[in-house]
């Protein structure tokens, strides 16, 4: 009796104990934690979205999920993020379809000077041509969302109001914006944005061609006090993921992230043209900064000058024996949709 007594207790306990362990390791087996890259600052929108994106997940998945972030470029940068995600360095990035030219042919369309209001229609319009056409140059990756930047206008130290005003006027750009501004007359300086500041005040550049949320994220508007809205090229971005992780994730995971795509894709949209208005709104408050609108004709004169990029792309991108007419076509169709729907505040 003296012998039961003294192992009972023990064969409880071992029972408990290993009934615990089974738990954790059920836990730990039902609990997934995913990398998540990106290139620029944490406080710039493209991370905004990263982190709207990881607790919306974390979230809906009620915490079987966790996603761990990884801004300015300490896990992969800019142009070694495609290839970073498919080999697996990071589980999810944000790739740059303009920062690897001729890798994404066909989802370049969408950078073309187009003319979109805002970045809202430009993702919805971005969104529905990749489910259209679900391009190969995106096929070894899962697409879990897409996003573009705001469309590129005019800062400048004098006011732009017609394409005379604009000839020989030296503005800082990117790669995208050298073609738009040398066909509409102006002297494109392309330069990295640490830079631009000390360009302005030696007068290396008298102006940006970049999208309208610098005006206070960088205090642009201190020395740029005029704004010509001629809404040329936006830079569309992509969130990927790795096709074998995304293969590996119960369904039930699977599914809150499709269903999370568009409604991501838009908010990213709307969040970042509602920064767009408050930068504005704050360089008007305190720099008295003017916004220039371009007269109807003056506008679509200015347009009219940058076809031939378009013209261009279609013809290259049609050599590739890829549908560029039209992608084009559909994107065109789209924006009026989306500019029109929007608008009406649907």
């Not at 969302?145 to 705001?150: I, M, Q, V, W, Y």
């Not at 302005?200 to 102006?207: T, W, Y």
């Not at 999370?260 to 990213?268: F, G, I, Y």
Request: aromatic share 10%.
């Amino acid at each position: 009796m003296r012998i039961k007594k003294v192992w009972l207790p023990v064969g409880i306990v071992l029972a408990v104990t290993i009934l615990g362990c089974f738990t954790v390791l059920k836990a730990q087996a039902q609990s997934i934690t995913l990398t998540y890259a990106n290139f620029p600052p944490a406080s710039t929108f493209p991370c905004v979205q990263m982190e709207k994106w990881k607790t919306e997940v974390e979230l809906r998945t009620a915490g079987t999920v966790t996603i761990k972030t990884f801004p300015g470029s300490t896990l992969l940068g800019a142009k070694n993020m495609m290839d970073g995600v498919i080999d697996g360095v990071a589980d999810i990035g944000v790739v740059v379809f303009a920062y690897q030219p001729g890798r994404f042919p066909l989802m370049e369309g969408v950078d073309l000077p187009i003319g979109f209001s805002g970045a809202k229609v430009a993702n919805a319009v971005l969104y529905d041509l990749y489910m259209k056409y679900k391009p190969k140059s995106l096929s070894k990756v899962k697409v879990l969302a897409l996003f573009t930047a705001p469309p590129a206008n005019i800062m400048s130290k004098k006011p732009i109001r017609s394409l005379a005003d604009l000839k020989g006027y030296e503005l800082r750009c990117t790669g995208a914006g050298v073609k738009p501004l040398k066909l509409l007359g102006a002297v494109p300086v392309a330069m990295p944005m640490s830079e631009t500041p000390e360009a302005l005040q030696k007068g290396i550049v008298k102006g940006i061609f970049s999208s309208l949320d610098i005006l206070k994220d960088f205090n642009f508007a201190e020395s740029c006090r005029y704004a010509t809205i001629c809404n040329m090229q936006t830079t569309s971005f992509a969130v990927v993921m790795n096709k074998k992780k995304w293969d590996s994730l119960p369904e039930k995971v699977k599914k809150v992230m499709d269903g999370l795509s568009r409604e991501h894709s838009l908010w990213t949209g709307e969040y970042i043209d509602k920064h767009v208005k408050d930068s504005v709104a704050w360089a008007k408050d305190k720099y008295n900064e003017e916004i220039i609108h371009l007269s109807s004709d003056e506008y679509t004169l200015w347009h009219k000058r940058v076809e031939p990029i378009k013209e261009e792309w279609i013809k290259k991108t049609s050599a590739k024996g890829l549908p560029a007419k039209e992608f084009l076509d559909d994107l065109m169709t789209l924006k009026a949709k989306y500019e029109k729907e929007f608008a009406q505040g649907k």
